[in-house]
C-alpha cells in the first residue's frame, strides 16, 4: 500500500498530524456521539471501524462499552501510530489493523462483524472505490448486522454546498460531489444494504454531515 492508493486524512494539502485539530472544528463531538448512539454497542459485540485514521470513533465506542471487541483498519500507518498512541494513554484495547477499505475480509475475516462504522472517509474515495469499500463492509458483517456511516452527505442548501468547497479542495471535486449530490443511500442499496436511511444531519463549517444506519439483509 502506498500514499497513492488512498487519500491521505486530511486530504492533499494538509499534514496527518494537524487531523484532529482540524477535525474538532466540525462539530466532532456532536456528530460522532450520534454516530456512536445508533452503533449502541453491546457487550461481546465485534465492531469494525473502516478507515479509523486516528481512532477517535473507535476509542468513543470504547468508553461507550468496553467490552465491545472494536478493530480499526485503516491504510495509513502514520494515522495508526497515532490511534495506537491516543488508546495507549486511554488504556484502550482497541486491535489496530493496517488494511484497505475495498478489502476487509482480508484483514478481519469474512462475517464476524455485528457492526461497521466509518467516519469521513467515503467522500475521499472515487465513485468505484465508494462501491467496493460498501461491498467490502457488506462482507464482513453477520446477517443482520449494522452499518452506521458518518459523512458528508447531501448538501441540501447554498450555504452548505458553499462550505463544502474546502472539503472539496483538499479532497478532489471529482470523488467528493456524488456526497454531495447525495449519492450515497443509493450506494448503500445497491450494495445489499436494507433499511437504508438518514438518521441526522449535522450542519458544520465545512458542510453537512450526515449519519446514515443500514442492516445487511
Not at 97 to 113: N, S, Y
Amino acid at each position: 500500500m502506498t500514499e497513492r492508493t488512498f487519500t491521505p486524512a486530511l486530504g492533499r494539502f494538509a499534514p496527518t498530524r494537524f487531523y484532529d485539530a482540524v477535525v474538532a472544528l466540525t462539530r466532532e463531538r456532536l456528530w460522532r456521539s450520534l454516530l456512536a448512539m445508533h452503533v449502541a454497542p453491546r457487550p461481546g459485540d465485534v465492531i469494525v471501524d473502516v478507515g479509523c485514521g486516528t481512532g477517535s470513533t473507535a476509542l468513543l465506542i470504547s468508553r461507550v462499552e468496553p467490552g465491545a471487541r472494536i478493530v480499526g483498519v485503516d491504510p495509513d500507518e502514520r494515522v495508526l501510530a497515532v490511534a495506537r498512541r491516543k488508546a495507549d494513554a486511554a488504556g484502550a484495547a482497541v486491535d489496530w489493523r493496517a488494511g484497505m477499505g475495498d478489502a476487509l475480509a482480508e484483514t478481519v475475516g469474512d462475517g464476524p462483524a455485528d457492526t461497521v462504522v466509518s467516519s469521513l472517509v467515503l467522500h475521499q474515495c472515487p465513485l468505484t472505490m465508494k462501491r467496493a469499500v460498501l461491498a467490502s463492509m457488506h462482507e464482513v458483517l453477520r446477517p443482520g448486522g449494522k452499518l452506521v456511516i458518518a459523512d458528508y452527505g447531501l448538501q441540501r442548501t447554498r450555504s452548505m454546498r458553499l462550505a463544502f468547497r474546502a472539503v472539496q479542495l483538499a479532497d478532489g471535486r471529482e470523488d467528493t460531489r456524488p456526497n454531495a449530490d447525495g449519492v450515497l443511500p443509493r450506494l448503500m442499496s445497491e450494495a445489499g444494504f436494507r433499511d437504508v436511511r438518514e438518521t441526522e444531519v449535522v450542519p458544520t463549517v465545512s458542510g453537512s454531515i450526515s449519519v446514515y444506519v443500514a442492516y445487511r439483509g
